[in-house]
């Protein structure tokens, strides 16, 4: 072959290859992000899983109906305390890793069924009185969001 023939190949690879390379990489680190957002997502729901088994292991709370739950020991109080602290941490959790402003498509679907979660227990009024004290100390964007949708959810 001649050094034209090389010489054109060279500038077919660079034409052609260079921008495939660029939108190949480009892709991949997408797809990279994408499975990434996806295991966050994953691992803050597993967390809220685990928390309704406690819910469950746990039926003398009637942590799982929407009624306030009646006359309660202080054991049980303490108990209810205690697991209203680690929803409140898994919502936290779930705020700071996968809300902001103006979210669309999946990233909005997957918000808003955090929002659903957050707004069902808000439902009780037991889980609403316990909240100021138990926001004392977290993300104060959070705490703000929290009680906004808390007092939506009273009216």
């Known amino acids: 072959m001649s050094i034209?023939?090389?010489e054109l190949l060279s500038y077919i690879v660079t034409v052609l290859g260079l921008p495939a390379a660029v939108a190949i990489f480009l892709?991949?680190?997408?797809?990279?992000?994408?499975?990434?957002?996806?295991e966050v997502y994953e691992t803050v729901a597993a967390s809220y899983h685990d928390f309704l088994r406690l819910a469950l292991e746990n039926p003398d709370l009637r942590l799982l109906s929407q009624a306030r739950t009646g006359d309660l020991s202080a054991e049980q109080r303490e108990r209810m305390q205690a697991i209203f602290g680690m929803l409140i941490a898994?919502?936290?959790?779930?705020?700071?890793?996968?809300?902001?402003?103006g979210l669309t498509g999946k990233d909005a679907r997957r918000w808003r069924s955090?929002?659903?979660?957050?707004?069902?227990?808000?439902?009780?009024?037991?889980?609403?009185?316990?909240?100021?004290?138990?926001?004392?100390?977290?993300?104060?964007?959070f705490a703000k969001y929290l009680?906004?949708?808390?007092?939506?959810?009273?009216?």
Not at 31 to 36: I, Q, Y
Not at 90 to 101: D, N, Q
Not at 147 to 155: F, N, S, V, W, Y
């Open 114 to 141: 955090w929002e659903d979660f957050m707004q069902e227990w808000c439902y009780r009024e037991d889980f609403r009185e316990a909240m100021p004290a138990l926001l004392i100390g977290e993300d104060p964007a």
């Open 90 to 101: 898994i919502f936290e959790r779930a705020y700071l890793l996968l809300y902001e402003e």
């Open 147 to 155: 009680q906004q949708l808390a007092a939506e959810t009273a009216r």
């Open 27 to 38: 892709f991949e680190k997408h797809k990279e992000r994408a499975a990434e957002e996806e």
């Open 4 to 6: 034209e023939t090389w």
